[in-house]
Every structure is written in C-alpha cells, then in structure tokens.
C-alpha cells in the first residue's frame, strides 16, 4: 500500500488510502440511517468506531502539523468539510483527516485552510535552523494568502511545534536516526532538508545553534 506521504517526486503531499474494508458497515451505512431518520439532529460520532484504522492508514502522520504521534496520544477524526456545512460527509472516509486534537480544535470549521490532500507543490517552505514554516514567495497571492492564513489558524509556528521539529532534528544530527528514520516521524521537515540540499550541512547549523546558545 502506498503510504501517507508521496517524497521523491519532489513534492510533499498526503496521499489519500482507501477505506478500510468494514467503514460501510460499521459507519457510512448506519450514519446515513441516522441523517435519514432525524435530519438536523446530533450526530453519532460513528467515526471513532476507525480512529485506530485512520491512524494506521496515515502511519500515525498529523494531517496538519506533519509529525508522528502515538495512537492513544491525542488522535483526532477531522472533518476537511465540517459536519455543521454538510453533515452527509460526516459518515465518509475521504473526507477524514488524520490530525491531533490540537489541530483539530484549532481548524474548527474554517474552511479557509488548506487541504493536506490537495497540496501539489511546494506551498509551505521550512526556514532553517529556525525550523519556521512560511508560505512560499512564488504562490499566488490567492494561494500564498491561504497559505498563510492556515500557518497562523493552526498556530504552525508556536513554540511546542517547532521544538518538536528542533527535537527530531537534533536526533538525526546526533546520528540517533537516519534520513528516512527521520522521515518516518517527521516527513515534511526531512522533505525540506532535502528539498534545500540541507541533509549534511543541517549538521553544521545546529551545531553552531547549539554554541550560540549556550553562550551567555
């Protein structure tokens, strides 16, 4: 099965997986039962009944953040086309996303944010070594807007994350994990350094990083 992300082609994106092979039974059948029989109720949240196979599906890859984290450990079922805009999507698979609940709080029901699915080029540059997401200057103005405008809904640049790529990074400048073990958990940034040419000399700025730090 072709996994989460598509790497060599030069272009980072999230490659759509099929359903698992029970979703109609166990949540698109009994949901659209549910919408049939009380149009503008609650909805049952059927989706939980495949968190775990979501999580498998994406090899536990945040939708938006773009980093690893453990099943159990704050997985979320969003809805790209929120359930209050058309509810007849709540109850279907391609139009989840693997996200933390972070990330899913913090979309909402914006529907301004880009779609992790529908990324075709290099629309989000990582700046190094401050590990910084920004839209890249040769969009559009339209898509550079929505670019940027899904950097700051989802807080893409907040503390917690980029430590949570500096982490990843300093592992693999450590030699604790190779270049792909470091695709493995953190796709987008692992794309960037290669995208950059930055695979050897990340090594160098980091240590420097590191120096410049500890300097009082």
Known sequence: MVRRTVWSS??????????????????R???????????????????????????????????YSCHWFPLLGGESVDHFVPQT????????WSNYRLALQKMNSRKGADTNIVDPFTITGNWFVLVFPALLVKANSQLSDTLK????????ALKLNEEALV???LGYVLEYCDGDITLRGLY??????????????????????MKRRRISSSVP
């Open 10 to 27: 030069r272009v980072i994106f999230v490659q759509p997986q099929p359903e698992p092979a029970d979703f109609d039974c166990k949540v």
């Open 29 to 63: 059948q009994p949901g659209l039962k549910y919408l049939q029989k009380n149009p503008g109720g609650k909805l049952p949240r059927l989706w939980g009944k495949v968190i775990s196979d979501l999580w498998t599906a994406y090899d536990g890859i945040c939708a």
């Open 85 to 92: 805009i058309n509810s007849q999507l709540a109850y279907e």
């Open 145 to 152: 807007s929505k670019v940027q405008h899904t950097i700051e």
């Open 163 to 165: 430590n949570i790529r």
């Open 184 to 205: 493995k958990r953190a796709p987008f940034v692992t794309y960037e350094l290669e995208r950059q040419k930055l695979t050897e000399t990340i090594k160098v700025m």
